[in-house]
């Protein structure tokens, strides 16, 4: 199972991006989606979720800005992100709680690699 991310980048404050990230392999079932990032010299923290049921869930820091969306035909979800300040600035990493074909009773965590997102006039 593999997770590709796509769609960072350079955008000036107040502009918009939209990360997606495709999970493909052996999938009987995709659980909770989501996002996550990491600021130079922070720790990685929860940017957005989406579960099976289309739930999601928000940090505080970006609620009401980013957009959570996921296409189960396509395995994949997307991150919205509009009006970007210079704080957004961070390497964004895709996640999926992913049952194989192999172990289709246990969930497991699968990580993307990140894409860079730098908000910068």
């Known amino acids: 199972v593999q997770l590709q991310a796509s769609g960072g980048g350079l955008v000036q404050p107040g502009g918009s991006l939209r990360l997606s990230c495709a999970a493909s392999?052996?999938?009987?079932?995709?659980?909770?989606m989501g996002w996550y990032r990491q600021a130079i010299g922070v720790q990685r923290d929860l940017v957005a979720t989406?579960?099976?049921?289309?739930?999601?869930r928000y940090s505080d820091s970006v609620r009401g800005r980013f957009t959570i969306s996921r296409d189960n035909a396509k395995n994949t979800v997307y991150l919205q992100m509009n009006s970007l300040k210079p704080e957004d600035t961070a390497v964004y990493y895709c996640?999926?709680?992913?049952?194989?074909?192999?172990?289709?009773?246990?969930?497991?965590?699968?990580w993307g690699k990140g894409t860079q997102v730098t908000v910068s006039s």
């Open positions: 989406i579960a099976s049921s289309s739930s999601k």
């Open positions: 996640y999926a709680d992913i049952r194989t074909m192999r172990s289709p009773g246990t969930g497991v965590h699968y």
């Open positions: 392999g052996s999938i009987f079932d995709i659980n909770d």
